[in-house]
C-alpha cells in the first residue's frame, strides 16, 4: 500500500518469489511503489492513469461513507447558515486551526462549524474561537464517525490526501482544499480533478489563505452546492474494498 515501510518487505517478496501486490492510493505514485511495481505481480491504482498496466480500483471505503444517500437527497431541504466541515488529520492542520476562528469571525451568521483540530492542538484552538467570542457549532480533537460528519456538511474545508479525496468525491460533498506543500504536489494532483470538475476548490497554503476562502464562502450559495456536489458525485459505484480482495484473492502463488 505504499510508503518506505513497505519497501523492505516488497524486496524479501521478490527474493522469495512470493506474489506481490502493489496499491499507489494517491494520483502520483510514491517512490516505493514506483520501484516496487516494476517487479510486482500486480498492479492497483486509485485513480486513473497513475501507472501504465495498473488496474484502477478505489481507495478502500467505510460502509458507513458508502451507504450515505446521495447529494441531492441529504441537500434538498436545507436551509439557514452553511455548515463548514473543517478537517485536519488525525493530527489536525495548524494554519486552518490559526485561520479558521479568524474566517468564521469575519463571516458570522453566515457558516457554522464543525472543526477537527487534532489531539494536541484542541485547547489552543478552542482558545482561538474564544478570542473572537465565536461559538462554533463544534470543536474536536478527532472525528471517529466521519460518515455521521460528512453527512451534516454542506462544504468541508481539508488537506487532499487520497483517503480524504475519495470519500468527497464518492458521496459528493463539495469542497475547499488546501493541499499540504509537499515537494512533489501530491496532494495537489489528488484534488486538481475534482477541480476540473467544478465540485471542488484548490486554494495553494499561503499569507493571503485566509482572505481567499473568505472570498469564496462569500459567494457561495445553496443552489450553487448542489451543482458543485452534482458535478463530482457519480452514480456509477464500485465497491473498492470488495474489489481490491476479489484480486488479492484471484493471485496465483508464482511458485
Given at each position: 500500500m505504499g510508503g518506505y515501510i513497505s519497501f523492505p518487505g516488497g524486496l524479501v517478496s521478490i527474493l522469495y518469489k512470493k506474489p506481490l501486490l502493489i496499491h499507489e492510493q494517491n494520483r502520483t505514485m510514491g517512490l516505493s511503489n514506483k520501484i516496487l511495481s516494476k517487479f510486482s505481480t500486480r498492479v492497483m491504482q486509485a485513480f486513473p492513469k497513475t501507472a501504465l498496466n495498473a488496474e484502477t480500483v478505489g481507495n478502500p471505503l467505510r460502509k458507513k461513507i458508502m451507504d450515505?444517500?446521495?447529494?441531492?437527497?441529504?441537500?434538498?431541504?436545507?436551509?439557514?447558515?452553511?455548515?463548514?466541515?473543517?478537517?485536519?488529520?488525525?493530527?489536525?492542520?495548524n494554519i486552518l486551526n490559526i485561520t479558521f476562528p479568524k474566517i468564521a469571525y469575519t463571516l458570522k451568521n453566515k457558516i457554522i462549524i464543525w472543526h477537527q483540530a487534532g489531539k494536541n492542538n484542541i485547547i489552543k484552538t478552542l482558545k482561538n474561537y474564544k478570542k473572537f467570542e465565536i461559538h462554533p457549532y463544534k470543536i474536536t480533537d478527532f472525528i471517529k464517525n466521519m460518515a455521521e460528519a460528512y453527512s451534516w456538511a454542506d462544504m468541508v474545508v481539508c488537506?487532499?490526501?487520497?483517503?480524504?479525496?475519495?470519500?468527497?468525491?464518492?458521496?459528493?460533498?463539495?469542497?475547499?482544499?488546501?493541499?499540504?506543500?509537499?515537494?512533489?504536489?501530491?496532494?495537489?494532483?489528488?484534488?486538481?480533478?475534482?477541480?476540473?470538475?467544478?465540485?471542488?476548490?484548490?486554494?495553494?497554503?499561503?499569507?493571503l489563505l485566509k482572505n481567499k476562502i473568505i472570498k469564496i464562502l462569500e459567494k457561495i450559495t445553496r443552489k450553487k452546492l448542489i451543482?458543485?456536489?452534482?458535478?463530482?458525485?457519480?452514480?456509477?459505484?464500485?465497491?473498492p474494498t470488495k474489489t481490491i480482495t476479489t484480486i488479492i484473492e484471484n493471485t496465483n502463488n508464482i511458485n
Open positions: 450515505l444517500p446521495n447529494p441531492m437527497s441529504r441537500f434538498k431541504y436545507r436551509i439557514g447558515p452553511l455548515k463548514i466541515l473543517i478537517l485536519g488529520g488525525s493530527q489536525g492542520a488537506r487532499s490526501g487520497a483517503l480524504t479525496v475519495s470519500e468527497i468525491e464518492y458521496i459528493g460533498l463539495p469542497a475547499i482544499f488546501i493541499p499540504f506543500p509537499h515537494r512533489n504536489k501530491h496532494q495537489y494532483w489528488n484534488a486538481y480533478p475534482l477541480q476540473i470538475k467544478g465540485g471542488a476548490i484548490i486554494v495553494e497554503q499561503n499569507c451543482i458543485m456536489a452534482k458535478k463530482i458525485y457519480s452514480k456509477h459505484k464500485n465497491n
